[in-house]
């Protein structure tokens, strides 16, 4: 059936719906009340999902219902509900709604169309900005991309053998500078030790992890990396470039020296170290390997503590403390009263000089050093005023100096005790003021140990004085031992008094039959050492001169009874008895 021009295309598709040959449908409100057996029976193109063109031919069209017609003879009754209900369903809507279905599927069909332009062109620019974007990337396939660097080097479009050849460049300009005593430097040149870079792989390894595909990244991120610059250099070139060094020649190597005690101005003091510029190759050599080893540019000898150190510097406790210790002994002092009325003192003057010193005149003392100067100034003391040795010098009474050797009286220095004392008083360290420790001891000091009051024998002129308080208040000639025999001889030298005795009857030696060599009674006996003594000679009528020679006592000095008795009773025990020839 043609479609009039009163008939619209609802009306078309509505008929087309009745009758049998109906094909698809396009109205909205046709379809939704279609009677569902005719539409799965007779709407073959709606079962397809086939969409209407909305302008079909009078030969599609005759086409369709011929084949509706078929069926329909097959099943009248069923077309014959088919169309009442199509009739009752599909009442014909109004123009204007018609109108306005149109309508909206024609803005459909136009947004279509648009939206797919668009996205077609998206598409092409998408693709584009790929193309683009991998076609850029593509040149840092082995290149290094923007935002990379290495040891501080830009690496943007730099191949791995140019980047390892640009840190090779800087690292072959290493030079190491040695900072020596005395503001010296000295600078070992890179060239001059044959100082190469060699590759640890790295760079190749951050090449070989790089994702060229992600090179955009690198317009808002950088990269920073870290390889280590291994290097080689010749040892052997190095230790003959640093034994060249004019630091390193023998004269100039000062030794240090150690901190000293020195006595200047009366005092003793701490000198300062010397620390030299002697340097210990050893530690010198394995320190400055190191600093090339690992490129540092500069080091300092000091640092490396290369520098022989003095052993003993300012600060040291034990050096200080022995510094105050020698200043004690040099304010110490002990002085001696002697015999002869002088005085001797042992200062700090002398005490310093029993220190040790050694070749760089550092003071210290030692032990057994100190002890033998000790040792060797008592004997000396012992020696210069031992009477029993050295003798008695006195003024005589006729006013002459007479050095009188031996005797029993005087003074002897008792050395061992001396000693002892000695030293615990220089340990002491203060001032002491005695007299020397004596085996034998005088009782009186002056005019050489025998003072002013003394009974002298002058046996060469066969002379006696008594001087009292300097004066000769008694005098008297006489005869001595006898000179010509030797045992007979009166003795020489300082005695004293130890007796007193009268009416004493004197004895020589025993003989076999029991009597003596001699007996003697005397009214006044004077001993003074041993057997030998001075008294009254009755038996004898002379006095003075030579008798002595070849008729003198057996070594007793005789006066005459009146002179004994005088003198006996003039001097007491005790009174010094001084003879010489």
């Known amino acids: 059936m043609a479609k009039n021009k009163n008939t619209s295309k609802w009306d078309y598709w509505s008929e087309s719906s009745n009758g049998a040959g109906t094909k698809k449908r396009t109205g909205s409100v046709s379809s939704a009340n279609a009677p569902k057996k005719n539409v799965a029976a007779g709407n073959g193109n709606q079962a397809a999902g086939k969409k209407p063109t909305g302008n079909k031919t009078a030969a599609g069209n005759t086409g369709n219902t011929g084949n509706a017609a078929n069926r329909s003879r097959t099943n009248t009754k069923a077309n014959a509900n088919n169309k009442y209900k199509v009739k009752k369903k599909t009442a014909q809507p109004k123009a204007e709604h018609i109108k306005t279905v149109k309508t909206a599927r024609r803005r459909r069909k136009g947004m279509s169309t648009g939206a797919i332009v668009a996205l077609c062109l998206l598409a092409v620019l998408f693709v584009g900005a790929i193309g683009v974007y991998l076609y850029q990337g593509a040149q840092y396939q082995n290149t290094f991309i923007k935002g990379v660097t290495i040891n501080s080097i830009d690496c943007e479009g730099k191949t791995v053998e140019q980047v390892e050849s640009e840190i090779a460049q800087s690292v072959e300009q290493y030079a190491l500078t040695i900072q020596f005593r005395g503001d010296q430097t000295a600078t070992i040149q890179g060239q001059d030790i044959d100082y190469k870079y060699v590759s640890d792989g790295n760079v190749q390894k951050i090449m070989d992890d790089q994702n060229w595909v992600l090179w955009g990244e690198s317009l808002w991120k950088t990269t920073d990396y870290k390889v280590g610059e291994e290097i080689s250099y010749s040892q052997e070139k190095l230790t003959a470039v640093l034994s060249a060094l004019p630091q390193m020649q023998a004269d100039a190597q000062v030794a240090p020296e150690n901190s000293i005690i020195v006595y200047e101005n009366g005092e003793f003091s701490v000198s300062e170290a010397v620390q030299g510029s002697q340097i210990n190759t050893d530690t010198f ?73 050694d070749a760089n005149n550092h003071y210290y003392k030692d032990e057994a050093t100190f002890t033998a100067k000790l040792k060797e100034y008592v004997n000396q003391l012992a020696k210069d005023y031992d009477t029993s040795e050295n003798g008695i010098t006195f003024t005589d009474a006729n006013g002459k100096t007479v050095t009188v050797k031996g005797g029993t009286y005087g003074w002897s220095v008792d050395t061992s005790s001396e000693i002892k004392q000695l030293t615990e008083d220089i340990a002491s360290l203060g001032v002491v003021e005695r007299e020397p420790i004596y085996s034998n001891e005088g009782t ?26 300097g004066e000769i208040v008694w005098q008297s000639d006489c005869v001595s031992g006898r000179y010509s025999i030797a045992d007979r001889r009166t003795p020489e030298g300082v005695y004293a008094i130890y007796n007193k005795q009268t009416n004493r009857t004197l004895k020589g030696e025993q003989q076999a039959d029991g009597s003596y060599s001699y007996e003697s009674f005397v009214n006044y006996w004077m001993p003074f050492y041993k057997g030998y003594g001075l008294h009254d000679a009755t038996w004898r009528s002379s006095f003075g001169g030579s008798i002595y020679r070849y008729s003198g006592s057996h070594g007793c000095v005789n006066l005459p009874v009146s002179k004994a008795k005088t003198l006996y009773n003039l001097i007491s025990v005790g009174t010094i008895v001084i003879l010489y020839y």
């Open 285 to 357: 050599m394995a320190g400055v390997e190191q600093a090339v080893q690992s490129s540092t540019p500069t080091i300092s000898v000091e640092e490396l503590q290369a520098y022989a150190v003095p052993e003993i510097t300012s600060d040291n406790q034990l050096l200080n403390e022995n510094k105050d210790i020698l200043n004690q002994y040099a304010k110490a002092s002990i002085t001696y009263t002697l015999p002869d009325g002088t005085t001797r003192t042992l200062d700090g003057v002398t005490l310093i000089q029993w220190m040790s010193v």
């Open 444 to 469: 009186v000091t002056g005019n050489g140990g025998v003072g002013n009051t003394y009974l002298e024998c002058d046996l060469g002129n066969q002379v006696v004085y008594y001087v009292q308080d």
